[in-house]
């Protein structure tokens, strides 16, 4: 099932991608890293801890013109889709996780053509990595659904092709047609040898054993606990340090909501239909026309938050809301953990 | 339809503002003056017109006889749109109040501290004034965001301020957040529309836009002070555009 490549001859797999596609992947910012299109493929890395904001923003891209129109009595409506082949080099398995659910959350109901396009037309390359002490992705079945192996063997996979870090070399899985297609065109790894298989495994032995962080509840302990923690006080002690400033919501690979909104041109003939990025923590997302506001209160909106995380993505999708990823932790001003939160309401809720 | 007759006029300022304005791309130059009549504008043409629809006012207010001056200026415009950080917070100037005249003024102008002309009051936003029926912040204003809200004039529609502090823009750039590098900002605090530009060139965010409407004041002074300001510090990073309460009207 596995192919082996020398970390030489996967520079060389990248460097020819980069060549003849558009290639997108993780290049180091100040210290920190950030997906972005990929011109050198010296730039790109595959050993990194995490990324600032994640891949969604290449399918949903902090702002976009859907539909461009004229300011007359025929508006002319042009629908925008700049929609391209490309691939997505060095996903993390939260990020191919975050993806599927994204997946299920734009072909639900209205199929949102802007970012099916691209979806369809993108293709995922992940990469293994190592958990940092914020990572709790091993308690929210992330493992479990993207290196599924029967969903691996009938290439259904969440990813095309993967790539397992094993030191000197990576094991590669091909989890598509597609996948398969595009590492026959590019490379021609060797099979891998039973020492190689062995590595792999001591690495992911490994890896499951570097997990440090806190998280006291798997996916379906959520399910369970959160129903019951409407009237919680966990939501005002939090809201009390809280900005709501939606960085959670933004960094989060999971979070898909939008804001629409109409501009007109200074020569107030043509205008855009745009939407830019959404977030429940901001205090408008939930007001309605004449002010009335169904969340006013930052306690409401990160009971909201976390409830979507942890219980109504589950109960419409069947996928966890929250992959573990740690970004909104790490990247909250006023240092507000989500795995703290969710310990703190199963205690109080024990406490009751 | 006859365009809309627009005026500008500086208070206590460095009229930054003002060149904000005029420093557009040329096409958007040329749509504004298809859409809008300038009047009356010292940084860009001679006119002194005096019949104007929309007056844009730039500078704080800072001395009794620039109460008078604005109070025509509002008898005469329909519109009033205060442009900048000085006109909407008291910006800078303000900072002045929390000193005695004696003190801001030797300090500043040393041996000419005696001239008359240099006498004023305590710097004030023009709302603290007049009645003000939009705000253009920061300092300097966000030249589209000028745009935007003359375009919202022109429609005839309310012109929106977001009410989201910057941080929202900032992470959009997907930028490595200053607290991460273990710099400090108040950008959680303070009011988007810069589109995060201090933040995305690596300094921080100083306030100037003034704070969104639900501050978290407390939570930004203990997240300052973790980060090893000083209490002193603290204060500074509040009062350097926002100094100004309306305690200072009546001192
Ligand atoms: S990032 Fe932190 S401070 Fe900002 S809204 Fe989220 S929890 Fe609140
Ligand atoms: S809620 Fe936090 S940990 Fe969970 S997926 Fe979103 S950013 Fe990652
Ligand atoms: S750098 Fe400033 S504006 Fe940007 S996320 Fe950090 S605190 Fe917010
Ligand atoms: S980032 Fe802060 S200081 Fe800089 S322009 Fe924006 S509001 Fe002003």
Same mark, same amino acid.
């Given at each position: 099932?596995?192919?082996a490549m020398t970390r030489?001859e996967?520079? *060389?797999?990248?460097?020819n991608?980069?060549?003849?596609?558009?290639?997108y992947g993780?290049?180091?910012k100040?210290?920190?890293?950030a997906w972005?299109r990929?011109?050198d493929?010296k730039?790109?890395?595959?050993d990194?801890?995490? =990324?600032i904001?994640?891949?969604?923003k290449?399918f949903?891209?902090?702002?976009e013109? *859907?539909?461009?129109f004229?300011l007359?009595?025929?508006?002319?409506?042009? $629908?925008?889709n700049h929609s391209?082949?490309?691939?997505l $080099?060095g996903?993390?398995? !939260?990020d191919?996780?975050? =993806?599927?659910?994204?997946?299920?959350a734009?072909?639900d109901t209205?199929?949102d053509p802007?970012y099916?396009?691209?979806?369809?037309?993108a293709?995922?390359?992940?990469v293994?990595c #190592?958990?940092d002490?914020d990572?709790?992705?091993?308690k929210m079945s992330?493992?479990?659904?993207?290196h599924?192996?029967?969903k691996?063997?009938k290439?259904?996979?969440?990813?095309?092709?993967? $790539?397992?870090?094993i030191?000197?070399?990576f094991?590669?899985?091909?989890?598509?047609k597609r996948?398969e297609?595009l590492l026959?065109?590019?490379?021609?790894?060797a099979e891998?040898t039973?020492e190689e *298989?062995?590595q792999l495994?001591?690495?992911e032995?490994?890896?499951?054993?570097?997990?440090?962080?806190?998280?006291k509840l798997?996916?379906d302990?959520?399910v369970?606990?959160?129903p019951k923690t409407h009237?919680?006080?966990?939501?005002k002690?939090?809201?009390?340090k809280?900005?709501a400033?939606?960085?959670?919501?933004l960094?989060?690979?999971?979070?898909? !909501?939008f804001?629409i909104?109409?501009?007109v041109?200074?020569? *107030?003939?043509?205008?855009?239909?745009?939407?830019?990025?959404?977030? !429940? #923590?901001?205090?408008?997302?939930?007001?309605?026309?004449?002010?009335e506001n $169904?969340?006013e209160?930052?306690a409401?909106r990160l009971?909201?938050?976390l #409830?979507r995380?942890?219980?109504?993505?589950?109960e419409?999708f069947n996928?966890s809301?929250c992959?573990?990823?740690?970004r909104?932790?790490?990247?909250? =001003?006023?240092?507000?953990?989500?795995?703290?939160?969710f310990?703190?309401?199963?205690e109080v809720?024990?406490?009751? | 339809m006859?365009k809309?007759?627009i005026a500008?006029?500086?208070?206590?300022? +460095?009229e930054? +503002?003002?060149?904000?304005v005029?420093?557009q791309?040329?096409q958007?130059m &040329?749509?504004?003056l298809n859409?809008v009549?300038i009047?009356?504008?010292?940084?860009?043409?001679s006119?002194k017109?005096?019949?104007?629809?929309?007056?844009?006012i730039e500078?704080s207010i800072?001395r009794p006889?620039?109460?008078t001056?604005i109070k025509? &200026?509002?008898?005469?415009?329909? @519109?009033?749109?205060a442009?900048?950080a000085c006109?909407?917070?008291g910006? @800078?100037?303000?900072?002045k109040?929390?000193?005695?005249?004696?003190?801001?003024?030797?300090?500043?102008?040393?041996?000419?501290?005696?001239?008359?002309?240099?006498d004023?009051?305590?710097?004030?936003p023009?709302?603290?004034?007049?009645?003000?029926?939009?705000?253009i912040?920061? +300092?300097p204003?966000?030249?589209?965001e000028f745009?935007?809200v003359?375009?919202?004039?022109?429609l005839?529609v309310?012109?929106q301020?977001?009410?989201?502090?910057v941080c929202?823009?900032?992470?959009?750039?997907?930028n490595v957040c200053l607290y991460q590098r273990g710099?400090v900002?108040m950008?959680p605090?303070?009011r988007?529309g810069c589109?995060?530009?201090?933040?995305s060139?690596?300094?921080?965010c100083t306030?100037c836009?003034?704070?969104?409407?639900?501050p978290n004041i407390?939570?930004?002074?203990?997240?300052?002070a973790?980060?090893?300001?000083?209490?002193e510090?603290?204060?500074l990073?509040f009062?350097?555009?926002?100094?100004?309460?309306?305690?200072?009207?009546t001192?």
């Open positions: 099932m596995h192919k030489a996967v520079a *060389l797999f990248a460097e991608l980069v060549k003849t596609n558009v290639v993780v290049v180091a100040d210290k920190q890293f972005d990929i011109s493929h730039e790109m890395v595959l990194y801890p995490t =990324t904001s994640s891949p969604k290449y949903l891209p902090p702002t013109t *859907l539909i461009e004229k007359a009595a025929n508006p002319d409506p042009k $629908f925008v391209q082949e490309a691939i $080099f996903m993390h398995a !939260c191919l996780y975050a =993806t599927k659910m994204l997946d299920h734009f072909e209205n199929k802007n099916l396009e691209k979806r369809k037309k293709i995922l390359i992940g293994s #190592m958990p002490p990572c709790f992705c091993n992330v493992d479990e659904e993207v599924n192996e029967a691996i063997s290439k259904e996979a969440l990813y095309d092709i993967f $790539f397992k870090n030191g000197h070399k094991l590669v899985s091909v989890g598509t996948g297609e026959a065109k590019y490379a021609k790894p891998a039973k *298989l062995d495994k001591v690495v032995k490994k890896r499951v054993e570097s997990f440090t962080n806190d998280m798997d996916v302990q959520l369970k606990l959160l009237k919680s006080p966990v939501w002690e939090n809201a009390d809280c900005f400033c939606g960085t959670c919501n960094v989060c690979p999971t979070c898909y !909501c804001n909104s109409e501009t041109k200074l020569n *107030l003939a043509e205008g855009s239909r745009d939407r830019d990025w959404d977030s !429940c #923590m901001l205090p408008q997302f939930a007001e309605v026309a004449g002010g $169904f969340r209160h930052v409401d009971r909201h938050r #409830m995380k942890g219980l109504y993505i589950k419409k996928m809301g992959t573990g990823c740690g909104c932790y790490r990247n909250c =001003t006023a240092d507000i953990s989500i795995v703290k939160m310990n703190r309401l199963k809720s024990e406490n009751e | 006859s809309p007759k500008f006029f500086d208070f206590t300022s +460095c930054g +503002c003002q060149l904000e005029l420093n791309e040329p958007d &040329i749509d504004l859409a009549e009047v009356n504008f010292r940084e860009a043409i006119d017109g005096q019949d104007y629809d929309i007056a844009f500078g800072s006889a620039d109460e001056r025509k &200026i509002r008898r005469q415009a329909k @519109l009033l749109v442009l900048g006109a909407c917070t910006g @800078l100037n303000a900072i109040n929390k000193y005695s005249a004696e003190d801001y003024k030797n300090y500043v102008y040393k041996d000419k501290a005696h001239y008359e002309r240099l004023s009051y305590a710097a004030r023009v709302s603290a004034v007049v009645k003000v029926d939009f705000e912040p920061g +300092c204003i966000n030249r589209f745009l935007k003359v375009k919202s004039l022109l005839g309310t012109p301020l977001p009410e989201y502090p929202v823009e900032c992470k959009m750039k997907d710099e900002c950008g605090v303070t988007a589109d995060a530009i201090c933040p060139f690596g300094e921080a306030g836009r003034g704070f969104v409407t639900h407390n939570a930004q002074k203990d997240v300052l973790k980060h090893g300001l000083s209490a510090d603290v204060m990073n009062t350097m555009f926002n100094n100004f309460s309306k305690e200072d009207t001192r």
